[in-house]
């Protein structure tokens, strides 16, 4: 079982800059994927970034050049970096991570960009 705890939302201008941060707890060897997701009001939810035990990354084209996504695999947190963020950024953002074929979700941090 894992379990996953978000932090670093809030509110925040057009233009602006969050760090996310997951944390995850549990019983666990080593985690090969670890990603962001976010989902607007009204809308599904959507892949933000992904990075592997690697470091290869892979992000939405709506958020490439301005997010980035890293990594601390001692540490077991996986983090998000959103610069020069705008409206259309808004919504709640969850923390995944796939251990031994099964995902895992945090409960999600809410990120609002005023305009």
């Known amino acids: 079982q894992v379990q996953l705890v978000e932090s670093g939302g809030g509110l925040v201008q057009a233009g602006g800059s969050l760090r996310l941060s997951c944390v995850a707890s549990?019983?666990?060897?080593?985690?090969?994927?670890m990603g962001w997701y976010r989902q607007a009001p009204g809308k599904q939810r959507e892949l933000v970034a992904h990075i592997n035990s690697g470091g290869s990354t892979n992000y939405a084209d709506s958020v490439k050049g301005r997010f980035t996504i890293s990594r601390d695999n001692a540490k077991n947190r996986v983090y998000l970096q959103m610069n020069s963020l705008k409206p259309e950024d808004t919504a709640v953002y969850y923390c995944?991570?796939?251990?031994?074929?099964?995902?895992?979700w945090g409960k999600g941090t809410l990120v609002t960009v005023s305009s």
């Open positions: 995944n991570v796939r251990y031994y074929n099964i995902n895992y």
């Open positions: 549990g019983s666990i060897i080593s985690i090969n994927d």
